[in-house]
């Protein structure tokens, strides 16, 4: 169980375009969904938190027009990296929380998508 | 502040147990996590402490003692795939996990 997917697994695109990357929770409800950032050999870097219904609340720094999220149900997220450009390529991950009540362990447990890798040229 | 310290690095041997260190310091406290990070995926879920104490879970045990901000990760019958990064996660009093950069697990035949 709590198995969380991304779409694309990888992208490359050219600097300008949009891209948007789906995250969805594929046999739990998600409370909240939480997308990272992480560039070679570094640490996890949170870039915002969403919960269904709400606007995502981003982290100091994170550009909330550049980076768009939407979380329209309680199994899917998505972010959008608008304009992309060369800076913005990265290993792009989400990550989701069950449904208080559905776990035995904890519901603050973060169950991470396979990411995405994206290339802005 | 908060900060998390682990070993940058290990190196172990198929077969042996090894033990991955972890202090940490956080705005109040609500459990620890550990994920392990192959190299281009993503984490994966390996435990959660939120009492003192010893979690055993298979060849994987997660140690806690919150008055010292420490745990450890101990890794039994090492096999060459558990060669990766361990990542040390407190989580902080507004329910935010805290991430280091973990530590790279060598496993050598």
């Known amino acids: 169980g709590a198995v969380v997917s991304q779409h694309p697994s990888r992208v490359i695109c050219k600097s300008g375009t949009s891209v948007k990357i789906e995250c969805r929770s594929l046999?739990?409800?998600?409370?909240?969904m939480f997308w990272y950032r992480q560039f070679p050999k570094q640490s996890l870097m949170l870039m915002a938190t969403?919960?269904?219904?709400?606007?995502?609340?981003?982290e100091q720094g994170v550009e909330k027009d550049k980076f768009l999220i939407n979380h329209a149900s309680l199994t899917l997220s998505t972010l959008t990296v608008t304009s992309a450009h060369p800076e913005d390529s990265s290993f792009y991950i989400c990550?989701?929380?069950?449904?208080?009540?559905?776990?035995?362990?904890?519901?603050?447990?973060?169950?991470f998508g396979p990411g995405t890798r994206l290339t802005v040229l | 502040g908060q900060n998390i310290d682990q070993p940058t690095e290990m190196t172990a041997t198929e077969g042996a147990i090894v033990q991955i260190n972890c202090t940490y310091q956080?705005?109040?406290?609500?459990?620890l996590f550990w994920y392990q990070q192959h190299a281009g995926e993503a984490p994966t879920f390996l435990s959660y402490?939120?009492l003192d104490g010893l979690e055993e879970k298979g060849r994987f045990s997660s140690f806690l003692s919150r008055s010292k901000g420490y745990s450890y990760l101990l890794l039994k019958e090492l096999q060459m795939k558990d060669s990766a990064s361990y990542l040390c996660a407190p989580m902080d009093s507004n329910y935010q996990l805290i991430w280091g950069a973990g530590t790279k697990l060598i496993i050598k035949p």
């Open positions: 046999d739990f409800q998600a409370t909240t």
């Open positions: 402490n939120v």
């Open positions: 969403s919960n269904e219904g709400s606007k995502a609340t981003y």
């Open positions: 990550s989701a929380t069950l449904h208080p009540g559905q776990t035995k362990t904890s519901t603050d447990t973060q169950y």
């Open positions: 956080t705005s109040g406290f609500n459990g």
